[in-house]
């Protein structure tokens, strides 16, 4: 239930990052002003006793949020990719969120499994690890199939993750719905819609049968992508709450330096992920929303295995071309078509000016262009960013959010290879490539064709919908009847117009 009593929830919060030490150092990293440090401090203090103690052995940050819960550790996962934004020691305290938190025992993974599949874990695998890899909602175990002899990754669902997932979205509804009314300033942002939209991709991330599904449909439209691999799905060993694929072999994408060591392009690898990404969002449509370094790997030959397909964002046609138009005009430096294609797309109410606008935005991109890519500071870029939409009045496109956010991670990654990395030039080609297939004549052809042959599939059933609704269309309105004289029609006449008048002055007071 999303009420009062959430709000608890959220004490314990604020509560568990004063206890563990973490306020300070997020606070830190955030390079936050004295007075929302002292802010902080002042609410934080007293109620630092009721936080989460959390394992001492971990640092701070980790600390708090490994003890939060699972949302809570989604939202580390994101921040662990980005050292530019938390600084270095803060990223690298935070990538263990990825893949390498507390396992929960062998013995209930195994009950689990055999629940799932109906048979025992001796009857469909002859060799079944400890946990190889754990992360917020799953954990993997090394298998060999009985009936095939091959290497598998089983995934295993953590016990009563649903209910400890249910407990922090419902906190985060409950805060949503706070912010919105305390400070109507926000509502553009839709916190709400945001908060929702999370818990849908949440929701389907603990159905591993769907996770089964996206990985099927990824391979297949990424069947020709050259430079990445896809493990498939075992249909017969997947259920609800257990996934099993091939087993990915390779180096860890986190693991720079053992990256280094087996003689990979650091450079032309962080190029890779990014490409690849833009290709399935511009190209498909549909794409891995989660691509941090814990769910990928580099084979030996230098291909990136793409897995854990449990979050995947999907955006229409329409939305990948303006996409793809917001970014080749940022990469051409051509505000005045990115403010255009804002106000076209809607994305801008139509009452704010679009020369302003695109000055608003050269602001933004210009200090990307010609500049070290390792002195850009992506915090104060996206700082800028928030004041450039609050100003123009723009809403969050929740359509968007998965798009964004995964821009966000896949930037950090490629950063995280290669610190040099110019985001623009490398996605300049995909870009490229995309506009002319799909902006251009033959995009054009192509499209009209499209319209042909929808027409076509209706023409048939035309003649009979023109011949049942052209009558009636036809047909002339029946002449109203005569009013009736009664006793008392002039009074009713009055009050009909006094009631009349009433309502065009009301109606004018609203307009």
Same mark, same amino acid.
């Given at each position: ?85 938390? $600084? ?70 953590? @016990? ?209 262009? $010609? ?108 002449? @109203? @009847? ?20 009433? $309502? ?8």
């Amino acid at each position: 239930m999303r009420g009062p009593h959430n709000i608890w929830r959220l004490i314990r919060t604020g509560a568990t990052f004063e206890r563990t030490g973490a306020m300070k150092v997020a606070l830190d990293a955030a390079n936050a002003p004295a007075g929302i440090r002292v802010a902080a401090r002042i609410l934080g203090w007293p109620f630092a006793w009721l936080g989460y103690k959390g394992d001492p052995a971990l640092p701070p940050v980790t600390r708090a949020i490994t003890a939060l819960g699972p949302a809570y550790v989604k939202f580390g996962q994101i921040l662990s990719t980005r050292p530019d934004v938390v $600084g270095v020691e803060l990223a690298d305290q935070l990538s263990m969120l990825q893949d390498r938190l507390a396992p929960f025992a062998q013995d209930q993974a195994r009950r689990t499994v055999a629940a799932e599949l109906g048979r025992p874990v001796e009857t469909l695998f002859s060799e079944f690890s400890e946990p190889v890899a754990a992360a917020s909602i799953a954990q993997v175990h090394r298998a060999r199939c009985i009936d095939n002899g091959r290497e598998v990754a089983v995934k295993v669902l953590r @016990p009563g993750i649903e209910a400890a997932f249910r407990r922090d979205i419902d906190a985060f509804h409950f805060a949503a719905g706070m912010i919105e009314r305390l400070s109507p300033s926000t509502r553009r942002l839709r916190p709400r819609d945001v908060v929702a939209h999370f818990e849908s991709v949440v929701t389907g991330e603990l159905d591993l049968r769907l996770e089964a599904a996206s990985a099927s449909e990824f391979a297949e439209n990424t069947a020709g992508d050259e430079g990445m691999a896809v493990p498939a799905p075992y249909w017969h060993l997947s259920a609800r709450r257990v996934l099993t694929t091939d087993w990915a072999e390779g180096v860890p994408m986190g693991d720079v330096a053992a990256l280094r060591a087996a003689g990979h392009d650091l450079p032309t690898l962080g190029a890779r992920v990014l490409q690849l990404f833009l290709r399935h969002a511009l190209r498909d449509g549909y794409f891995h929303a989660d691509m941090h370094q814990g769910n990928l790997k580099v084979a030996r030959n230098g291909d990136i295995i793409v897995y854990d397909f449990g979050i995947m964002g999907e955006i229409d046609e329409y939305t990948r071309r303006v996409y793809a138009e917001i970014l080749m005009g940022f990469i051409r430096r051509d505000y005045e078509r990115v403010a255009r294609v804002h106000f076209e797309a809607g994305y801008v109410p139509r009452d704010r000016d679009i020369k302003e606008f695109a000055r608003a935005l050269r602001a933004v991109g210009e200090p990307i262009f $010609g500049a070290d890519a390792s002195r850009i500071s992506m915090a104060n870029l996206l700082a800028y960013l928030f004041e450039v939409t609050e100003r123009f009045g723009m809403a969050t496109r929740t359509e968007l959010i998965l798009l964004q956010r995964t821009m966000v991670v896949v930037e950090g990654v490629a950063r995280s290879l290669d610190p040099q990395i110019n985001m623009w030039e490398v996605a300049k080609p995909v870009v490229e490539s995309y506009i002319r297939d799909n902006l251009g004549p033959h995009a054009a052809v192509r499209d009209l064709t499209r319209a042909a042959q929808v027409l076509g599939r209706f023409a048939p059933l035309l003649p009979e919908y023109l011949e049942r609704r052209m009558p009636e269309l036809l047909r002339e309105p029946p002449p @109203p @009847p005569e009013p009736r004289r009664r006793p008392g029609l002039a009074a009713g006449m009055a009050l009909g117009a006094v009631v009349a008048l009433a $309502g065009a002055a009301f109606g004018a007071w609203l307009g």
